[in-house]
């Protein structure tokens, strides 16, 4: 089963840029699907989006859509968020997890990394 670290978190102001990174070990990631999910205080569990990892197609939900991008290195075994112009409403906890593509599954997830936007 492969292990998520998710690092990246961190305070910023409201505008500014991050980059989380999920990190994959204990096999090479192949037949996988990459997700990013956040639970902001109060709110519930929501998908942010989301990565193949053999074809690099990925996906944003609506709310992120412009803002937000998610990439892969492959000889680092590694997924990336870049979440750029961040507003308050992007405060959460910030999750990777990753299952098997096609299944709709997630097998493995992460600690999660702390994300705080002040205004």
């Known amino acids: 089963q492969v292990q998520l670290v998710e690092s990246g978190g961190g305070l910023v102001q409201a505008g500014d840029s991050l980059r989380l990174s999920c990190a994959a070990s204990?096999?090479?990631?192949?037949?996988?699907?990459v997700g990013w999910f956040r639970q902001g205080p109060g709110k519930e569990h929501e998908f942010v989006g989301s990565i193949d990892w053999s074809g690099g197609t990925t996906y944003l939900t609506d709310s992120v859509k412009g803002r937000f991008a998610i990439s892969r290195d492959i000889a680092k075994n590694t997924v990336f968020l870049q979440m750029n112009s961040l507003t308050t409403e992007d405060t959460a906890v910030y999750y990777c997890?990753?299952?098997?593509?096609?299944?709709?599954?997630?097998?493995?997830w992460g600690q999660g990394t702390q994300v705080t936007v002040s205004s």
């Open positions: 997890a990753s299952g098997t593509s096609g299944t709709g599954s997630w097998g493995s």
């Open positions: 204990g096999r090479t990631l192949s037949n996988d699907i």
